[in-house]
């Protein structure tokens, strides 16, 4: 029995072939037509560009997603599949780290990344999510005027999925309606700038150990006498690894060294042009190297980190649910802990005064220091000094006196509360729930 082959397209989008026909482009509001384009692996090959966008990246993909539910008694954390698939195996050839680094990697550097999550055409249930790793993608218009997008792979291959369907994260989101603008007119000058400068530090290190002089012959030569010698001087002495810095002649010609100044680029001019890619992507060399102090840490939490936390969460929550499941108040939440940015000192400052509150678990109190979970860590404690504000007279002790007149007639008369708890179970304004809410999860 022969054996079918399947390649990734296959895989990740089973049965998705949606057939173009008389479809057309869709028309946008700008002059800018819906077709996207990547900017290409050059900047990314720069060290520079590639520090910046592994930082962010690396950082982003510490945000844990995590699946809740918002209702008017606070928030609930649904038991569903959703917390360990986009956690930690979004897909089976990724992790979830991994995952997260690939779409915000490619968000930095076409400011446009897509994501396919695969539902099972049965139950509708999420199976994995999928990077989609696309070259060129197009906007075209369906029927009923639906919007279509075709991917093309450098593979060569193509897809057309509903729009709706495709997580679409953008950046430097302005004159296009559907697409991020291109990083190549901001960033392109200030690469070119750095490889003139990779370059020069290159030739400046060539000039440094080339041999380089004028030969003057004592005789008279014809012209191939004089080109034949001046090749069998270049061959013998240009090398410095065969000629060792000497070389020897006799009376029929002098050897006049022509020294060179190369000019090299300063540090400043170096550092400068690292600040300028580091700033386009909000960041700074401390960032980088890991050297900032909390309050560094700090802006770079609430400036880069927090705006695409916000932005992951919306956008999974939008595609991932239904209008319905977000009726009930299903979120998928991007959560970052700034506490990973904060200083020692800082850190014990706030176990000091948020510990005996009760605000934090003990395993998230021993993780700020660098240690493991420990079993029963789960549970918060607090010191004995806090009492819940609303049961703070009982607990000191405060008599009857001002007790509610309302609350004395609902003791004495515990039937004429049960009689109004049903009469308003009766007329819908009791405690209820709807029992498809459980199960949007």
């Not at 705006?307 to 991007?334: A, C, D, H, M």
């Not at 607990?395 to 309302?406: A, E, H, L, M, S």
């Amino acid at each position: 029995m022969a054996t079918v082959k399947r390649g990734l397209l296959e895989k990740i989008f089973p049965g998705k072939k949606i057939p173009l026909g008389q479809t057309q482009i869709y028309r946008t509001l700008s002059q800018y037509e819906p077709i996207f384009s990547s900017f290409g692996n050059n900047a990314y090959y720069m060290d520079t560009v590639r520090k910046a966008v592994d930082t962010i990246a690396r950082h982003g993909a510490k945000l844990h997603p995590r699946h809740v539910r918002r209702s008017a008694k606070g928030i609930i954390l649904p038991e569903s599949n959703l917390d360990y698939l986009l956690a930690i195996r979004p897909n089976p050839f990724m992790s979830g780290f991994e995952f997260r680094y690939k779409m915000l990697t490619g968000l930095l550097m076409d400011n446009n990344a897509f994501a396919y999550p695969q539902l099972d055409p049965v139950t509708g249930e999420l199976l994995a999510i999928y990077p989609v790793p696309a070259i060129l993608a197009e906007i075209f218009e369906g029927k009923d005027n639906e919007m279509l997008v075709r991917f093309s792979f450098s593979s060569g291959a193509r897809i057309v999925l509903p729009y709706d369907e495709v997580i679409h994260l953008r950046r430097h989101f302005y004159k296009n309606d559907i697409w991020g603008d291109r990083n190549s007119p901001a960033l392109l000058p200030v690469l070119e700038l750095a490889n003139t400068i990779n370059q020069g530090i290159a030739n400046t290190i060539k000039v440094m150990f080339n041999l380089r002089g004028i030969l003057k012959y004592n005789a008279i030569g014809d012209d191939e006498e004089i080109k034949k010698n001046r090749d069998q001087f270049i061959a013998t002495y240009a090398d410095m690894s065969k000629a060792g810095g000497l070389a020897s002649m006799d009376k029929k010609m002098d050897f006049q060294e022509v020294t060179q100044q190369p000019v090299s680029p300063t540090t400043d001019l170096v550092k400068f042009i690292e600040s300028k890619v580091y700033s386009y992507f909000g960041i700074n060399a401390k960032i980088v190297d890991g050297s900032y102090t909390a309050d560094e840490g700090m802006a770079f939490f609430k400036g880069v980190l927090e705006p695409l936390s916000l932005q992951l969460s919306q956008e999974f929550t939008y595609k991932l649910f239904s209008p319905r499941e977000r009726g009930f108040g299903n979120e998928i939440v991007f959560e970052c802990s700034r506490i990973q940015f904060m200083g020692e000192k800082d850190k014990t400052e706030l176990l000091k005064q948020a510990g005996p509150l009760g605000l934090f678990r003990i395993n998230e109190m021993r993780e700020w220091f660098g240690y493991g979970p420990v079993p029963g860590g789960e549970k918060r404690v607090q010191t004995l000094n806090v009492v819940n504000a609303d049961k703070a007279d009982k607990y000191q002790g405060v008599g009857n006196d001002d007790k509610d007149p309302d609350e004395e007639d609902d003791v004495a008369d515990p039937k004429a509360k049960d009689k109004g708890k049903k009469e308003g179970d009766e007329n819908g304004d009791g405690d209820s729930t709807d029992p498809a809410e459980g199960n949007d999860a």
